[in-house]
C-alpha cells in the first residue's frame, strides 16, 4: 500500500465507529492512522457549531499532510451539512451543499474514498436513547430528514467534490459486521491513489 484516504459517514447507530476499528484489526500489516470524530487538540465549545467546523478544517489539514498508509476519518464535513440542513427542515441535497460552501470558505481536502455506511432512521433514534449525543437525533422526524439527506448527498457529493476518488454505500441493516468489513477492505483495495492524483474509476455504490 502506498496512500488511501478514507472518509466514514452515516447516521448514529450505522456501525461507523466499530467498522473503522475491525478495518484496522484487518489492515494491521499496513500503517493506519485514525481520525476520531472529535480530534483532541480542537479549542472550543462542543456545544457550538464552530468547534465542529473547526474540527472538519484540522481533520482536512491532517488528511492533506497523509503520505503513506491509510487514514481514516470517523465523520467529515457532510456530518455538519447534514445535521444542520436536517434542523433546518430541510430534505433536499442543495441544502448541504450550500452549507458545505457557506461554512467553508475555502475548499476542504477532498481527494479520499467516500463510505456510506447506511442504516435506518429508527436505529439512530433508538440509539439517541442509549447514549449521549445531540438531543436533535432524540425526534424521529429529524432522523427520518437525516436518513433522506444523506442519502442525496451520497448520491450528488461529486457534484463538491471534484477530486473524490470513489464512493461506496453499505446498507448495514442487512449485513454483518464482518460483511461490512469484508466489502470495505476488498473495494479499497483496488483504488489506491497516489499522492493528489484522483482513481480515474468512476465511483459505485454496494450493499
Same mark, same amino acid.
Given at each position: ?36 470524530? @472529535?480530534?483532541? #487538540?480542537?479549542?472550543? #465549545? ?17 488528511? $492533506?499532510? *497523509? ?9 467529515? /464535513?457532510?456530518?455538519?451539512? @447534514?445535521? @444542520? $440542513? ?17 461554512? *467553508?470558505?475555502?475548499?476542504?481536502? $477532498? ?6 455506511? =447506511?442504516? $435506518?432512521?429508527?436505529? +439512530? ?5 442509549? *447514549?449521549?449525543? =445531540?438531543?436533535? /437525533? ?7 430528514? +437525516? ?11 461529486? =457534484? ?11 446498507? &448495514?441493516? &442487512? ?15 483496488? =483504488? ?13 455504490? +454496494?450493499?
Amino acid at each position: 500500500m502506498t496512500r488511501m484516504v478514507l472518509v466514514f459517514e452515516g447516521l448514529p447507530g450505522s456501525g461507523k465507529t466499530t467498522a473503522i476499528s475491525r478495518l484496522v484489526e484487518v489492515l494491521a500489516s499496513e500503517k493506519v492512522v485514525v481520525l476520531p470524530e @472529535v480530534l483532541p #487538540d480542537v479549542d472550543g #465549545d462542543v456545544n457550538d457549531r464552530g468547534f465542529y467546523l473547526a474540527n472538519e478544517r484540522q481533520k482536512s489539514v491532517l488528511m $492533506s499532510e *497523509h503520505r503513506e498508509g491509510c487514514c481514516v476519518c470517523d465523520r467529515y /464535513w457532510p456530518s455538519t451539512a @447534514v445535521y @444542520v $440542513s436536517a434542523a433546518a427542515n430541510v430534505r433536499d441535497l442543495d441544502g448541504p451543499l450550500r452549507m458545505y460552501r457557506r461554512f *467553508h470558505q475555502e475548499a476542504l481536502y $477532498s481527494n479520499y474514498l467516500y463510505v456510506y455506511l =447506511r442504516t $435506518s432512521p429508527e436505529r +439512530a433514534y433508538k440509539k439517541a436513547f442509549t *447514549h449521549v449525543i =445531540r438531543s436533535q /437525533w432524540q425526534r424521529f422526524e429529524f432522523c427520518q430528514r +437525516a436518513e433522506e439527506l444523506y442519502d442525496a448527498l451520497y448520491l450528488g457529493i461529486d =457534484r463538491v467534490e471534484p477530486d473524490l476518488v470513489g464512493k461506496l454505500m453499505i446498507d &448495514t441493516t &442487512t449485513r454483518s459486521l464482518d460483511e461490512v468489513v469484508t466489502e470495505i477492505a476488498g473495494w479499497t483495495g483496488s =483504488r489506491i491513489a497516489p499522492i493528489g492524483v484522483p482513481n480515474d474509476d468512476s465511483p459505485r455504490s +454496494a450493499g
